[in-house]
């Protein structure tokens, strides 16, 4: 996870998280409640819930399969490669290598999927 002075974990940014969300996530993925799946689930809710568990939406068996519980430190390893951590997933979404920038939607979508 990003450091900052003194070793511990740096929080994110919400505002930028949310514009990181608009340009690299809002074309698959909804974050309001009742919000509609597109390719892919909506995320409402996600946080501390087990992988593929979004109602009416089909996610692949690697997803249902993996076991992983959405959170901080899940979700901070998974968006920097999905398609390592989750081998078999459809998410196409290469990955975000900047950390900052993925404590930065962590911060947005703990308070938007909430």
């Given at each position: 996870?990003?450091?900052?002075?003194?070793?511990?974990?740096?929080?994110?940014?919400?505002?930028?998280?949310?514009?990181?969300?608009?340009?690299?996530?809002?074309?698959?993925h909804?974050?309001?409640?009742?919000?509609a799946?597109?390719?892919?689930?909506?995320?409402?809710?996600?946080?501390?819930?087990?992988?593929?568990?979004?109602?009416?939406?089909?996610?692949?068996?690697?997803?249902?399969?993996?076991?992983?519980?959405?959170?901080?430190?899940?979700?901070?390893?998974?968006?920097?490669?999905?398609?390592?951590?989750?081998?078999?997933?459809?998410?196409?979404?290469?990955?975000?290598?900047?950390?900052?920038?993925?404590?930065?939607?962590?911060?947005?979508?703990?308070?938007?999927?909430?």
């Open positions: 996870m990003a450091k900052k002075k003194g070793g511990k974990a740096k929080g994110g940014n919400e505002k930028k998280g949310a514009k990181v969300f608009k340009t690299k996530c809002s074309q698959c909804t974050v309001e409640a009742g919000g799946h597109k390719q892919g689930p909506n995320l409402h809710g996600f946080w501390g819930r087990v992988s593929g568990q979004a109602d009416g939406y089909t996610f692949t068996a690697a997803n249902k399969e993996s076991g992983v519980v959405w959170g901080d430190k899940t979700l901070f390893d998974y968006l920097e490669n999905p398609k390592k951590y989750i081998k078999g997933t459809k998410m196409v979404f290469a990955g975000m290598k900047k950390a900052d920038e993925r404590q930065n939607i962590i911060a947005f979508l703990k308070k938007s999927t909430s």
